[in-house]
């Protein structure tokens, strides 16, 4: 088990920057492919960006590829999504999420989630 809390969201401007984390509790985080996705309103989930175990390999969504990096620190049991360029359409409630496998951009192969946190991005 891995409960899982996110923070760093909140409001910015089109352009503007934000950075996210979620740290993870217990001791095993290093075994987790750990992953973000986001929900807008009157949208489906979709995947964001997942990294590996090891931090040395990682995916990204084509909407975001070029503007947001993920990272890990498994020595803080956390991960980290660095948003850079942001426009309106990444207004959504952000979520991180966690699987003992392989990376993956599916959101049913992920086990834990955290309870989500907003960003809203201004025009």
């Known amino acids: 088990q891995v409960q899982l809390g996110e923070s760093g969201g909140g409001f910015v401007q089109a352009g503007g920057s934000l950075r996210l984390s979620c740290a993870a509790s217990?001791?095993?985080?290093?075994?987790?492919?750990m992953a973000w996705f986001r929900q807008a309103p009157g949208k489906e989930r979709e995947f964001v960006a997942a990294?590996?175990?090891?931090?040395?390999?990682?995916i990204y969504a084509d909407s975001v590829k070029g503007r947001f990096t993920i990272s890990r620190d498994n020595a803080k049991n956390t991960v980290y999504l660095k948003m850079n360029s942001l426009k309106p359409e990444d207004t959504a409630v952000y979520y991180c999420?966690?699987?003992?496998?392989?990376?993956?951009?599916?959101?049913?192969?992920?086990?834990?989630w955290g309870q989500g946190m907003q960003v809203t991005v201004s025009s």
């Open positions: 999420a966690a699987r003992d496998q392989q990376l993956s951009t599916r959101d049913v192969s992920y086990d834990f």
């Open positions: 217990g001791r095993t985080f290093s075994t987790y492919t």
């Open positions: 990294i590996g175990r090891r931090g040395s390999s990682w």
